[in-house]
């Protein structure tokens, strides 16, 4: 939803109340042993609540409302740490609003999207040049505990957006990308298509027929065998 609020003039002086976010949530979690719960627009709007009444609670330090702003944010399951997608993908310590380490980017081609697990600690990027020709995309699977490359493989193009994942033992590499139907051009399809990270093959590709327009949402389920994904359609 939105706030709106009345400031008075030319003092400044707020006089409605604005509590907690004015932008919609990106991102929750909990911390301190699940008796806090943390609510993020971005760096800038991380909020703590009490988990036991639901009143909020001091915010943390006001160093994180600076560090940088991005939209896409994930905080971790014990609520220490929150990665943002900013140039890069930037892993930052909540407790004191610095930044930990920045994920790697290499040599990779072309300007990246970042795709994280729901506890942020796994981190799947799709590095994709556009140009008239398609040009073939990379997709490359990182530890964000450790800030290490798990391994990469060689994706399509990339032609209208795409979302991918990890499978949490990172072994494989999924993508779930929109593309022109292989029966007519009037029409889109969705394929998921999931590499192994060691030999980089491509293991098994599922298709969708007749997508509309929309986000689609991917995530990679425990059993490191099958993923759960989120259409347009259902």
């Known amino acids: 939803g939105q706030v709106r609020a009345a400031w008075e003039s030319p003092s400044g002086k707020l006089l409605t109340p604005l509590d907690g976010h004015t932008l919609p949530i990106n991102a929750i979690g909990f911390a301190d042993g699940g008796k806090e719960i943390l609510t993020a627009v971005n760096p800038r709007q991380i909020h703590r609540w009490n988990a036991a ?62 795709h ?51 499978a949490p033992d990172g072994s ?25 990270l060691k030999s980089k093959a491509q293991l098994a590709e599922y298709v969708i027929p007749d997508v509309g327009y929309g986000q689609t949402y991917l995530t990679a389920a425990p059993d490191n065998k099958s993923v759960l994904l989120g259409t347009p359609e259902g």
């Open 53 to 114: 009444d639901g009143k909020p609670l001091p915010p943390y330090a006001a160093g994180i409302r600076k560090t940088m702003y991005g939209s896409n944010i994930v905080i971790s399951a014990d609520g220490t740490r929150a990665g943002v997608a900013g140039n890069g993908w930037n892993v930052l310590d909540l407790r004191t609003g610095k930044e930990i380490f920045a994920l790697p980017l290499g040599s990779y081609r072309g300007g990246p999207s970042f």
């Open 116 to 166: 994280p697990s729901p506890d942020g600690s796994l981190v799947a990027a799709v590095f994709s040049e556009y140009g008239e020709k398609p040009k073939p995309s990379t997709g490359v699977a990182y530890d964000t505990v450790t800030s290490r490359v798990l391994g990469d493989v060689v994706l399509p193009p990339v032609q209208f957006g795409a979302h991918a994942a990890v």
């Open 172 to 196: 494989k590499f999924v993508l779930a990308v929109t593309r022109e139907s292989a029966k007519s051009k009037e029409k889109r399809e969705l394929a998921v298509t999931a590499w192994d």
